[in-house]
Nanobody, 128 residues
């Protein structure tokens, strides 16, 4: 069974840090571009970061540039999202997703359409 599982969410104070993990079972993540998305209550799902399958390309939405870092550990079949300087506006459910296509070796997408597999999400709450 092909599955993605996010972990690492929780309650953190403003300015704090969290590291989210996206672990795969049933398939090798290094063949896929991985995207991180978030959805706050009453808002649409937003693509915030992604990494191509070759790790050559990464993307960050403007609001998280300089704060978030995406990385991949092939040995652990896991992709991480290091989140620093967290702001209350970042409170949301965070999802990872995997996509494999003709361009995903070099590129990744911030759009949910096209991603083949999704995790169940992990809640991140930034509050004092």
């Amino acid at each position: 069974q092909l599955q993605l599982v996010e972990s690492g969410g929780g309650l953190v104070q403003p300015g704090g840090s969290l590291r989210l993990s996206c672990a795969a079972s049933g398939f090798a993540l290094d063949s896929y571009a991985i995207g991180w998305f978030r959805q706050a209550p009453g808002k649409e799902r937003e693509g915030i970061s992604c990494i191509s399958s070759s790790d050559r390309s990464t993307y960050y939405v403007d609001s998280v540039k300089g704060r978030f870092t995406i990385s991949r550990d092939k040995a652990k079949n896991t992709v991480y999202l290091q989140m620093n300087s967290l702001h209350p506006d970042y409170t949301a459910v965070y999802y990872c997703a995997a996509e494999r296509g003709p361009d995903t070796y070099y590129y990744c997408s911030d759009r949910a359409f096209g991603y083949d597999y999704w995790g169940q999400g992990t809640q991140v709450t930034v509050s004092s």
